[in-house]
């Protein structure tokens, strides 16, 4: 990373706050929309869909203005034969193994085989389109905000694992309101149990933390970002995943995220970028 270029992400304040403020506006408007003072499940999508694309428009429109950010923007969207083919990989197959590591030790514990059939349904619904389209649209437009702006003004800040823990903790609070629309994802994770909405939030943790790791390592290609997170969500619906076996992913992914802070101390902890 070109340090020089790196100060400039230089107002997490107002992106975060105003990323939070306007996605909870929308999401606030999908629920109210959808409930039976009003029921309204398109409108509600509606609302949905736009609280996913404000962070977006704001990192953007940030970025806009200065022609440092426009320029490295434009450069890690497009510098796809500079991405190191071992982070491509890992941004392509680590959380699909995970997913198919703990449904193994699942069988340990006698869950079923039939786990590893393919899934007859997803998980949630989604009114304007199938649930499945949202498994690639929000990755990428989530991974356009996240990964543009929003990764690099806590990291102008601070170490890679404080900026980790950070993010991590905000995408918590970010997603809350998902948690009360019907028949979304979080919602059902909601019905199922404390404990699966407890690993839902615990689990944000080690995924940004190997997420980052890619992307840093990657020399900051939004595009491992995006592929790393769209394979995340697309790989648990894919399988007949039962849902304590995602404890266990979890499980496997907080140890893979210890060791690896352990084996790269410098890496995560030095406030200045080293690659």
């Not at 408007?29 to 736009?50: E, R």
């Not at 500079?82 to 491509?88: A, V």
């Not at 950070?166 to 629309?181: D, E, N, R, T, Y």
Request: net charge neutral.
């Amino acid at each position: 990373m070109n340090t020089n270029t790196l100060k400039y992400y230089n107002r997490p304040v107002l992106f975060y706050f105003l990323s939070t403020a306007t996605t909870y506006a929308a999401l606030y408007m999908a629920q109210y929309v959808d409930t039976p003072v009003g029921t309204n499940p398109t409108g509600s999508g509606i609302f949905v869909l736009m609280g996913l694309f404000f962070p977006t428009v704001i990192a953007f429109a940030m970025m806009y203005f200065n022609k440092h950010l426009r320029n490295d923007l434009f450069e890690r969207i497009f510098n796809i034969s500079q991405i190191k083919p071992l982070y491509l990989a890992l941004a392509c197959c680590l959380m699909p193994a995970s997913i198919l590591l703990a449904q193994a030790v699942s069988l340990l514990f006698g869950y079923s085989a039939s786990q590893f059939a393919l899934a007859q349904q997803s998980s949630f619904t989604f009114s304007l389109f199938p649930a499945w389209v949202m498994l690639f649209l929000a990755p990428l437009v989530e991974e356009l905000a996240w990964h543009s702006y929003g990764t690099d003004c806590l990291r102008n800040r601070f170490s890679l694992f404080t900026t980790s823990m950070l993010f991590a903790f905000f995408w918590v609070i970010w997603h809350l309101p998902l948690s009360f629309i019907h028949d979304y994802y979080h919602s059902n994770l909601v019905e199922i149990g404390v404990a699966h909405s407890l690993n839902f939030v615990i689990s944000l943790f080690p995924f940004v933390l190997l997420m980052n790791w890619i992307y840093y390592k990657g020399n900051r290609n939004i595009l491992l970002a995006v592929i790393f997170h769209i394979t995340a969500g697309l790989f648990n619906e894919l399988f007949a995943t039962h849902p304590d076996t995602k404890i266990i992913q979890t499980a496997l992914l907080t140890i893979l995220s210890i060791a690896l802070v352990i084996q790269n101390k410098t890496f995560f902890f030095c406030r200045s970028y080293t690659e």
